[in-house]
Each structure stands twice: as C-alpha cells, then as structure tokens.
C-alpha cells in the first residue's frame, strides 16, 4: 500500500485544497497531519488564535471523518514528527502548502533536509494558503515584486486562476498512533478575548454562505461604515485556510460593484504576500524610511492600548480588538495611523499589540498594512495621516459605533460623541486627548 503524507499548516480545510488533493490522487493512504510545533506553542501562540486554532482543528477531524479518514496530530518539531511517521508508514512522499514567512522557510529548508535521506519527496502547492502564487506576479521591470497595489491588481484580475478543487470523496488513513487533539490551554498561555471567533471549515462555509447570499452586494457603499459591521470577517478563515481564497475569487461575482471591492481587500492580502515573500525581512524592518522621526514614549504606547487616548473612535476600536479579538480595516487603518502618525510611534509597537489581540493576526497582512499606515512601506503618500476627527465624522457619523464601545459617553448625541471635551465630560468618566489635531 503506497502512503503520502498531508502536512496541514495554514490549510485547515478539506474542499479546494491541493495538499489534500495531490496526496490523495497519488497514494492509497494519506496521513492527514497537524503537528504542533513546540517552537510556536504554548509561548508564541496568543490565546485568541489558541482558541481558534483548537477549534478548527477540530472541525477539521470532524470533515476528514465525515469521508473515512482522520486528523493525525503529533506534538514536537515538524521536521521531527514527519520523519518519524515516515519510519512508521514508508511514505514515500509529503505535501504542504508554500507559504512566505521566514518561519515558513526554514521550516521548508529543514523539511527537505531531514526527509532528504529517508527518501521521502518534498511537494509545495502554491495557491494554498493565497489566491495567486507569490512568486507568479512579477512587474515587466523584472523587480522580485511590486511595490504599488494599483498595477499589481491590474495584473491579479487578468491573471489566470487555477479552478477550485473539490474535497476528496474518501479517504483511507493507516493505522498509527495519534496525539488528543489540543485545548486552547494546552495551546498557548492567558485568556481570550471574551468574543473571540470559532474557528473551522464548517464554522467558516457558513459564514461564507451568509456572506454570498446578498451582504457582499453592499460592500462597496457599506465596508467602512463602523455602525453597520458590514465586512465579510472572513479574515480569520482565511489565516488559518479554513476557507480558500481561490473558492472566494472564484464564487465572487467580480462584475458587480460589491463583488469588485470584496475581490480588491482578497488582491491586497496577495499583494501583501508577495511583497514579504520577496522581502522577508520586512516583518519588523522598514520597507523605506518613515517619513518622521520616531518617538519613545511609553505613556502614550499605554494609553493607546488601553483605549485612554481621549479620542473616542480610536478607543472604540481599541476596545473591540480586545473584546472581540477582531477590527473591521477601516478600524484599523484609524487606530495605526493615530498610534503611528499622529503619536509618532513605533509602528513595530503597534504591530506587535496587533498580532497579540487578533484572531486573524496574518504576517504578511499586519505587518505590511501597518508600514503602510505608518508611511514606511509601499503607500505612494508615505505623509497622509488620517485625522480621528475627519475619519470618525466619515464613517461613525452619529456615533453609533462609539456608542456601542465606550457606553460611558452613550449620554451624548449624535457627532458630539466625537468631542466629548466640548460637552465637558470629566476627565474622571473619558481621559482628555492625547494630543490636538486639527478640528478639535
């Protein structure tokens, strides 16, 4: 009996997965594995994505016995784990999803050296864990990459996409021994947020059913309305692969005025990618030099993170990352550029505060989205600060969203929310502002 193994990372689904698929046309067993990597967990896996990590790998299970077979989890290093289920099973070959963090390369690189001997193939599926390859969209300049979205997306949409797969009908799994599947405290230290997301396939195809179904029809005029909480928040699923991002291209309806913004946010997270995968070091170095100089103030980074800056749509937002362990964008390009911008702080700080609070803390993404903030990575207009007053007067223009997380100020109507200092609330109910930017 010929065995391939299925290393599962940032792929947790079965439908439209290439690992999967590959290794099940090629063998007649497949081991499913998930190894939890002792040099990740528990110290460097925040609880929120604990929480959901544990949960998708759940439903994971759940689908691959749903067609016969099983999740295998093994605890320890990757390359480790998979040489020894190698020895256990004679597989002749394993298959993963290509991915672009350092991380994710040296992982590759030590994969490939302790399987080298054994005999064992090494297989990388591109379009995995991203719509388009990393490495497929280069600019006719020959660059590595693009450092502009505008013609990287020209080049998305007319670039050719591989159609999605569908999940295997059955599956046969060998007879080997198999770790629990791990709890969210086995996984990481601290607690959660109180709202954080479940993760997983199942949980994620509902979502995205709900999402088709009409809401996207709206995105276009309704995506940065705070109030409205009209985004797909998807994003986690897609971090963590429950969903693909080729299916969502591919069921997205590009023609309409929706469907085109929802596939642009789709084409940034590529865009993202491909610039790390190009430049890896950008996860905490600067793509270019800021344009201010950055200052060291503690007191400001505190207040900032504990929503006490006294501008109440940034510390709106701040108080959802940590309840719901979740922003929608515009959420976060308000709280990024206020923290980075007009406090001229460190936008490595603010990251970091990023990738601990939320569910969806993709490298690629926040790292990148928060040197564009900062006017250190690839915006065009590395000096346009967003003004919390304008922002907030745009898109929470009665002060619904505010309302809804800072209900201490919920007394004052409408936009007055925003200026809560003209209505002469005490310092002792809301904090005076941080700093004074213009409209004040």
């Known amino acids: 009996m010929s065995v391939s193994i299925a290393l599962f990372t940032r792929d947790l689904r079965i439908a439209d997965n290439p690992v999967l698929t590959a290794a099940h046309r090629e063998s007649d067993a497949v081991v499913p594995l998930f190894v939890v990597d002792d040099g990740i967990v528990p110290d460097r896996c925040p609880p929120n994505r604990a929480v959901f990590l544990s949960s998708a790998l759940a439903e994971l299970d759940e689908r691959l016995r749903g067609i016969g077979g099983r999740l295998v989890v093994r605890h320890g290093r990757v390359p480790d784990q998979l040489a020894r289920i190698v020895r256990e099973t004679g597989a002749r070959s394993v298959h993963l999803a290509d991915d ?34 990393p490495a497929a969209l280069t600019p006719a300049t020959g660059r590595d990459h693009y450092a502009v979205f505008t013609p990287y997306f020209r080049r998305w949409l007319d670039a050719p996409q591989r159609r999605p797969l569908g999940a295997p009908r059955a599956l046969t799994v060998p007879e080997l021994a198999s ?55 998807l994003s986690p699923y897609l971090h963590f692969g429950c969903l693909s991002p080729v299916e969502l291209v591919h069921r997205t309806d590009l023609a309409t005025e929706g469907g085109h913004a929802f ?15 190009a430049r890896p070091e950008t996860a905490w170095t600067s793509y270019r030099p800021g344009p201010f100089d950055i200052r060291d103030d503690p007191g400001a980074v505190a207040a900032w993170q504990a929503a006490r800056t006294g501008y109440p749509i940034v510390d709106a937002a701040m108080r959802q ?41 993709d490298l690629a993404n926040n790292q990148l989205n928060w040197q564009w903030a900062a006017g250190t990575g690839t915006d065009t207009r590395p000096y346009r600060t967003l003004n919390p007053l304008r922002q907030a007067e745009r898109f929470d223009p009665d002060g ?33 502002p941080l700093i004074e930017v213009a409209g004040m």
């Not at 230290?189 to 949980?203: F, L, V, Y």
């Not at 596939?263 to 995968?277: C, T, V």
């Open 100 to 133: 672009v963090s350092a991380f994710a390369a040296h992982r590759m690189r030590t994969v490939r050296e302790s399987l080298a001997a054994a005999g064992c193939a090494v297989h990388t599926h591109s379009a995995v864990v991203t719509a388009a390859d």
């Open 179 to 233: 770790d629990p599947l791990p709890g969210p405290a086995e996984l990481s230290h601290g607690d959660p947020s109180p709202n954080c997301p479940r993760g997983g396939e199942i949980t994620g195809r509902v979502l995205l059913h709900k999402w088709l179904a009409g809401p996207v029809d709206d995105y276009a005029d309704r995506g940065d309305d705070l109030a409205a909480d009209a985004t797909s928040q």
């Open 263 to 277: 596939a642009r946010q789709l084409a940034w997270r590529d865009f993202h990618h491909q610039l790390l995968s």
């Open 321 to 361: 990352l940590v309840t719901d362990g979740w922003l929608p964008g515009r959420a976060r390009l308000i709280t990024a550029s206020f923290f980075a911008k007009s406090l001229r702080l460190d936008w490595r700080i603010g990251a970091a505060h990023f990738l601990h609070w939320l569910v969806d803390a």
């Open 400 to 432: 619904t969203y505010v309302r809804r997380w800072l209900p201490g100020l919920a007394h004052l109507d409408g936009p007055a929310i925003h200026r809560p200092w003209r209505a002469g609330v005490p310092r002792s109910v809301y904090p005076a």
